[in-house]
């Protein structure tokens, strides 16, 4: 499993060209971009403003070139405008809002401070993974028969920045789920997951969903995937991470009316029994500028509170 070192944002050596992406539902941002906009005109060219509720992967690329994205809002936000930009692949900023901040490391302040250390390419940027995720209609030959050139178009395509969930949902019973990792190479699946449902996670996702279902911390340099089972009926079921250049086929064998697919806790998919999901790495990624103040372990410590001793209050 390789790691995926930290590396700089590009150097700008014009005047930024920059979208503002804000979450204007927050009051407090709408509140602040009365006096962080002004501040950032006259540093940047401001050549795209969206509408973050009309803004999707199929009209992005209506925008104009920009240098950064500047994200307004928290982690909920930075995840929607990742998916609505990734074949983009534009530096993002979080400025966050939000309750965590864990992926918006920002405040204004913090951005106002850095302003020009990010111009000039001093500050560090990660590559985060993303996930191409697929689902297959009932009658879809089995893991795709091994040949992508034969299969049928996905009844539904996207991508997702933390996770690829499947939950049981209403009525709530106990789902059946065929795992299958690189089944093309063995022709055969790994293991069949009785429970109520599976998360399959990205590295920065591992602090999601994934670390609340029992899976592991996983630095986001690292180029893995992690499987963790929700509830699962077997206690002899252990999260699992693997090498990312590995495909994963879920098959749903048994799965409730209300059952879903859902992406990043905001994207959903309602499922049906006999369905296939094809999850694999994404050929794009997200570039993450981080804030000087603190490396990815300190955030860990300060915003999930990492390793701290249990509190005597």
């Not at 590396?7 to 503002?20: D, E, G, S, V």
């Not at 204007?24 to 501040?39: D, L, T």
């Not at 049981?168 to 790994?190: C, D, N, V, W, Y």
Request: hydrophobic content about 40%.
């Amino acid at each position: 499993m390789t790691e995926i070192h930290d590396l700089h944002n590009p150097q700008i050596t014009h005047k930024p060209r920059i979208f503002i992406l804000a979450n204007r539902i927050k009051p407090q941002v709408v509140e602040a971009m009365h006096s962080f906009r002004p501040w950032l005109e006259e540093r940047a060219d401001i050549v795209a403003e969206p509408d973050m509720q009309t803004l999707f992967r199929e009209t992005a690329s209506d925008l104009p070139q920009a240098d950064l994205a500047v994200v307004l809002g928290g982690d909920g936000t930075l995840l929607s405008q990742a998916r609505a930009l990734v074949d983009l692949e534009i530096p993002m900023i979080g400025v966050n809002f939000g309750k965590v901040g864990f992926l918006a490391e920002f405040s204004i302040a913090d951005l106002k401070r850095h302003w020009k250390c990010i111009c000039s390419g001093a500050c560090r940027m990660s590559k985060r993974m993303m996930l191409d995720v697929m689902v297959y209609d009932e009658g879809t030959p089995e893991w795709g028969d091994g040949d992508e050139t034969i299969m049928p178009k996905p009844i539904f395509r996207s991508v997702s920045l933390n996770d690829a969930a499947v939950v049981a949902g209403p009525p709530f019973r106990m789902i059946e789920i065929e795992l299958a990792i690189e089944p093309k190479q063995t022709k055969s699946s790994a293991t069949t997951i009785n429970g109520d449902g599976l998360v399959v996670a990205t590295p920065s996702g591992s602090t999601a969903y994934n670390l609340a279902a029992g899976g592991p911390i996983v630095s986001p340099g690292i180029d893995g995937i992690c499987i963790s089972a929700i509830a699962p009926q077997s206690i002899a079921f252990r999260p699992i991470v693997f090498n990312a250049s590995c495909d994963v086929w879920l098959t749903l064998k048994r799965v409730n009316e209300g059952s879903e697919l859902v992406l990043d806790g905001q994207e959903s998919k309602p499922l049906c029994t006999g369905q296939q999901i094809y999850i694999r790495k994404h050929d794009r990624v997200l570039k993450l500028v981080h804030n000087p103040d603190m490396n990815y372990w300190q955030l860990l410590a300060k915003k999930m509170h990492w390793a701290a001793r249990p509190s005597r209050d």
